[in-house]
């Protein structure tokens, strides 16, 4: 059902020309507004011109916030006196939401109530209007004429659209000029490519002749090529006849454009792609971002393209505050500056961290292992803190051998870290000591491994035989002294770790130790023998 | 520096005005330089009812001023494009044709901004003018049918100081009605007095230049001279020297209608006499010829006769 009110202003003997019926009490703001747009004028060629068919004029905009005006004005005439130019203008008002709902075009509408004969042609006083109208379920009604007007002409359409996008921009109407079918199917077109909450932000008059500017992007329509007919200052002019068109639009909104021409090219081939276009778009507007995900998977990978360049700012900030799936989604789509945004959220890591997102880890680790040593010094103590990411960096430091400088540089960060973690909150853990230790001690023979030896000492003292042995190796430099490390590694040498670290090597008698080492392994080699 | 807008009607500083919807009107340049110069601007409104022949009288004005009055009294330029396309296209090429124009739909339209130029050896006939600007409002008749309607539709009125009051006389009185002519006319003036008061405009000082219109209408009929007085005769083409018409055949006309005024129309009379600071009467044909019965044509040639009077008239005055 779509419900209407009517508004009917013209000229009658006892009030001249005024409000001459309204169904509905309207304020005084709205009932002025469509006063000033219910004038109906024709150009001097048609006026006195007996013979002339007077055009019929339709205008479309919106009233308010809950309402859309169609209106036709049509010439009845002579008044009484004798005078041309008499004519009657029949408005009918409809709620937005209900326009939308029923889905059919503004000239859809207007080709209905026409064939309703809705539109009054005289003006009786005190007949009855209906005000509940039936919009029959017909898919007549739904149908749009071919694409044929704008067949090869992408180029036209992309600009089309980009400028009702961005129609709060543009301040100056879209001069169309064409005969009277050719301007209704151009509108009809229009509108049925554009996603219908765009509707509103739209107006037509199809027959302008000096009329004052509606509401909202306004399409300033005429068939009459004539010096008396001066067009308004306009942003875009097209000449549906000649098929073409002059634009004054700057096209700054670079985004917008490829998104406007991404839509061009599925309005004039894919329709289904359109609408899936449309709806990505409203589905980031209205951030919901559960059925943004799923119908993105499957998106047809231009569209994805599209939609993301054009709304890469709301998506990065929904990502940025931990919608990780919404990172999964899109992690392919993201350039390195963006990849380095998202991954220095400490929201988005700790929510990857706490729902250990392999995906994401690895793609963080690949990150991690693309920043600078400095940047790579802030990110410490996050992996600290996730054993996960740990090992992640541990196994790819061991594997990627080339990268040394950012290898050491990252094993000692970590290490530092641990010690500053320890120092502030008391917090260890032996099983990260030991990891790092080990990573770390392959790095032993390069010289830029200095300051880590004091920290080594002062951590916690600990009963691990391999802790032991590896804080002794790092803080002695023992990595190129295997006879060093044969004793060191000995299980009966744990006291002698414990006493190297903690007392000093000025305490140690090597040769003594070296003796056991040699009866241990002589021992080991008669029993072997004896089995 | 500020000079005195032509659509707002106040003195304010720069070159544009904004309008109420937000958009501007640009102050034409020539005007500027002619209100720096101190050139005399006359603000006019043409009132009336609907259909007593506003537009109609506006347009055969400036065919009368551009083709009818002897080319060495004065000479006419139109000081921005509104007013051009006004002359060129709406106005009198319709008039030529012998068709009517259409009827006003805007409350009050923009203005058309013409100069006058007098030439230098008639100076001393009309005060120490050599040039003169005028700013003429056309209005929707509708405007006039209640005091709120003038006070909220066309509240610059309250700004203008010269109204032309143009009066179908041959209308009132043969439309039945059950109010007299007489009161019909008092009603005019009446709801006008009353909206101005309301705008806090002092009635005092406007000017009425009581103009009646399509006076054609009383031509050629029986007892016009009886019914009609000097209304009743064709005016003038004026052909003495500008000094004699403005200060003899002007107001030797103005005084003759008034007289008849006086005696049968007494209570619109009185209105103006008490109200209104200074006023006069004229006699107009815009179209110097009878219409064609019914279909709002006219056949007889193109003649507009007496419209120029009121602002001869206002010439005199100031």
Known sequence: ?531 | MSIFCPFCLTEHAGSECKKEEGTTNKIPKTYINAALKGVPIYPIAVIGYRGCGKTTYLSSLIYALYHKLPQEWISILALNQQTIKKIETDYIPVLRRGNFPPPTTKFFEEPLILKLTIPEKKINIIRAKREIILIIYDTMGETYDSVDTIKNKFPLISLIPNLVILVDLFSICTEATEISADMKLHSLVNRLTLALDELSAPTKKKNLIVCFTKTDKFWDLEEAEEDFGPLAYKPLEPKSDLKRYCKEELYRTSEDIQRFIKKNYNNFFKALDENYGGYCFIASSNIGCKPNENINTFSGGYNPLGVVDPILWLLTIK
Request: some cysteine.
């Open chain 1, 1 to 531: 059902m779509l419900k209407l009110d009517q508004h009917i202003y013209g000229i009658t003997k006892e009030k001249g020309l005024s409000t001459l019926s309204v169904s509905i009490e309207m304020s005084e703001e709205d009932l002025k507004v469509l006063e000033k747009h219910s004038l109906y004028h024709l150009p001097n060629v048609l006026l006195y011109d007996n013979e002339a068919i007077k055009p019929k004029k339709y205008i479309y905009y919106k009233l308010n916030d809950e309402s859309m005006v169609l209106g036709r004005g049509v010439d009845i005439g002579r008044d009484e006196f004798g005078r041309v130019g008499n004519f009657l203008f029949h408005n009918l008002i409809l709620k937005l939401k209900e326009v939308e709902k029923v889905g059919v075009t503004p000239i859809g509408l207007i080709k209905y109530f026409e064939k309703k004969g809705t539109f009054q042609d005289i003006f009786c006083e005190g007949q009855n209007v209906d005000d509940d109208l039936k919009v029959l379920d017909n898919d007549t009604h739904k149908e749009v004429p071919a694409m044929s007007l704008f067949e090869g002409k992408s180029d036209l359409v992309s600009l089309l659209l980009y400028t009702c996008f961005n129609h709060e921009k543009i301040s100056s109407p879209i001069c169309i000029c064409g005969n009277e079918d050719k301007i209704f199917d151009f509108l009809d077109i229009l509108f049925s490519i554009l996603p219908k909450k765009m509707w509103s932000n739209l107006s037509f008059n199809t027959f302008w002749y000096e009329d004052s500017k509606l509401p909202g992007l306004f399409f300033c329509c005429t068939n009459v090529r004539s010096n008396e007919i001066r067009l308004p200052n306009y942003s875009l002019k097209i000449d549906l006849e000649e098929g073409l068109y002059e634009s004054k639009i700057d096209i700054q909104d670079k985004m917008k454009y490829e998104y406007a021409k991404c839509a061009a090219q599925k309005a004039l081939s894919d329709k289904q792609g359109l609408s899936i276009l449309y709806l990505l778009e409203e589905l980031v507007i209205a951030h919901d971002w559960r059925k943004f995900i799923d119908l993105y998977k499957g998106s047809p990978q231009d569209i994805k393209w599209v939609i993301y360049s054009h709304n890469k700012e709301n998506i990065l900030t929904e990502i940025l505050q931990g919608n990780i799936e919404l990172l999964v989604v899109l992690r392919e789509d993201l350039s390195t500056e963006e990849r380095d945004r998202v991954f220095k959220s400490k929201i988005l890591i700790e929510r990857f961290i706490k729902q250990h997102d392999e995906i994401i880890s690895k793609d963080f680790i690949e990150w991690f292992y693309n920043l600078t040593t400095q940047e790579s010094k802030d990110f410490c103590r996050v992996i600290l803190n996730n054993p996960t990411l740990l090992n992640f960096i541990l196994k790819t430091i061991k594997n990627e051998k080339e990268r040394l400088t950012f290898n050491i540089t990252t094993v000692q960060g970590l290490i530092e870290e641990m010690y500053k973690n320890y120092l502030e909150t008391e917090n260890y853990d032996q099983t990260t000591e030991e990891k790092l230790l080990e990573v770390f001690c392959e790095f032993l023979e390069y010289n830029a491994i200095t300051d880590i030896f004091k920290n080594v000492k002062r951590l916690p003292p600990s009963e691990n035989p391999k802790i032991l042995l590896l804080r002794a190796l790092i803080m002695y430099r023992f990595g190129n002294s295997s006879k060093i490390i044969s004793i060191l590694k000995n299980k009966r040498s744990q006291q002698l770790t414990r006493n190297l670290l903690y007392e000093g090597m000025k305490t140690i008698d090597w040769k003594e130790h070296a003796k056991v080492l040699i009866n241990d392994k002589n021992r080991s080699r008669v029993l072997f023998w004896r089995k």
